[in-house]
């Protein structure tokens, strides 16, 4: 077997291992459970474990991690909602195009991302993890609005409300039991692209 090939065996193991830990812990209490009972609980041993891991909060992380990736593709959705809008579509509107394939992870994963996300979101040694996530995806967004609107601060902003607005939406949807994603969005974003010309009473 190749490095190459054992190095993304690896790396797709320990997305996996990842992956389960972080379901595992949302399900039973980060703060509650151990390395050890995690390793357990996934089916794994304790060296199998610390062979991938170096903790259980580097589990978490690294679930975190993947999970970015695959949210990373925001920036790419961006860009290709951008080249397929019809004439005159706002550039608002093209980031929350962007948005729709997380509808169907919302759909699909259910109950156990909900937990996932909320336990990121209430231990403080994750949530740190969780804003810089946000920094970087709100980063690669402005760049794909940059080289289409040609104005830096317009894709900083437009970067920062379409991310804050997705955020927005996956935290109430977290909270929410039996809550779709799809009218959140579609609630913040609208709430988010009037409210900077509302007139204040």
């Not at 474990?49 to 690294?62: G, I």
């Not at 920036?75 to 997380?102: C, F, K, L, N, Q």
């Not at 259910?110 to 946000?134: E, F, K, N, T």
């Amino acid at each position: 077997m190749s490095n190459e090939v054992r190095d993304r065996s690896r790396a797709i193991l320990r997305a996996e291992f990842a992956d389960a830990a972080a379901t595992f812990c949302a399900e039973h209490g980060f703060e509650e459970v151990t390395a050890n009972e995690i390793a357990h609980g996934i089916g794994i041993s304790r060296a199998t474990f610390f062979r991938y891991f170096t903790s259980k909060e580097d589990a978490v992380v690294s679930a975190a991690r993947g999970a970015a990736a695959r949210a990373g593709a925001f920036a790419h959705a961006v860009a290709h909602a951008a080249d397929t809008a019809m004439p005159g579509t706002s550039a608002w509107e093209i980031v929350r195009t962007a948005a729709e394939p997380m509808i169907d992870t919302a759909d699909t994963r259910g109950d156990p991302l909900r937990a996932r996300l909320r336990m990121i979101s209430d231990v403080p040694a994750l949530s740190g993890h969780l804003a810089s996530q946000r920094r970087d995806e709100q980063s690669a967004v402005a760049e794909v609005l940059r080289t289409r609107l040609s104005d830096d601060h317009a894709a900083h902003a437009l970067a920062a409300a379409g991310v804050a607005a997705v955020d927005l939406a996956w935290q109430e949807w977290s909270r929410t039991p039996d809550a779709a994603l799809r009218p959140l969005l579609d609630a913040y974003f609208t709430a988010l692209g009037g409210v900077a010309t509302t007139a204040l009473p």
